[in-house]
């Protein structure tokens, strides 16, 4: 039996795995195409070949070790996204490992590659002399400002992603018994409930605002990029 081609396992790999199996966000597709996409340049210019006649014996440990110290001195990456292109070629390489068993020493020295140490940035938080600032900044009086004040108070309320809130439509907003707002990713929507403490306990009000101007089963997107009449 004729082993995979390199370029045939990758597409596999996109294919099969990510889509159909893993059925991955199209953000972790984009960041595993570009993480091969550098590796593949990267490999094809130290093996002086197109990346096209690149094979699985070409990608070894050293050959990723090297690509992997190039991305931190030539291009300026951190720690974690170097960890992180290591994260998809591992991945990779479990699924080579799977369909090409001749191949399991040599994925094998991969997989145990280690993930650089980093140190982790401490999670801070707003306080309440804060917050207020934040709610103070936008000009209500204005359409830009309402609206502004409005997206503040539902990510401070909700702790909405930011891909969240611009996906956010009228339909994922309920302001009646147990308000709450429908967010997360397409595969695994997850309700968010609006809190009832001070000093952003005023949130139903403005959100009606914006809501009067929808039918309330709108999939609109919630805030418009263009002004609307505000009564």
Not at 106 to 113: A, D, N, T, V
Not at 125 to 132: D, G, H, K, R
Not at 144 to 164: C, F, K, N, P, W
Request: net charge positive; with cysteine; proline share 6%.
């Amino acid at each position: 039996m004729t082993a995979m081609t390199l370029s045939a396992l990758v597409q596999r790999f996109f294919t099969d795995r990510l889509y159909a199996q893993m059925e991955a966000s199209p953000h972790t597709v984009a960041s595993y195409r570009d993480t091969f996409r550098l590796l593949l340049l990267y490999a094809g210019g130290k093996k002086r070949k197109s990346p096209t006649k690149l094979a699985i014996d070409d990608l070894d440990v050293d050959m990723i070790g090297d690509f992997l110290d190039d991305l931190e001195k030539s291009r300026q990456n951190s720690a974690r996204s170097r960890n992180t292109r290591l994260a998809a070629i591992r991945s990779f390489f479990r699924f080579v490992a799977i369909h090409e068993p001749a191949y399991m020493l040599h994925c094998q020295k991969i997989l145990h590659m280690p993930s650089k140490r980093y140190v982790r940035r401490q999670v801070e938080f707003l306080n309440a002399e804060e917050i207020l600032a934040l709610l103070n900044a936008p000009d209500c009086a204005t359409w830009v400002g309402h609206r502004d004040y409005t997206i503040l108070t539902v990510m401070l309320q909700t702790g909405l992603r930011a891909s969240e809130l611009i996906n956010l439509r009228c339909c994922d907003v309920v302001l009646e018994t147990g308000p709450h707002v429908r967010g997360g990713p397409t595969l695994l929507d997850r309700l968010a409930a609006f809190l009832r403490w001070n000093p952003v306990s005023t949130i139903m009000p403005p959100l009606r605002k914006f809501l009067l101007h929808f039918h309330v089963l709108s999939v609109k997107p919630y805030f418009q990029y263009k002004p609307l009449p505000v009564s």
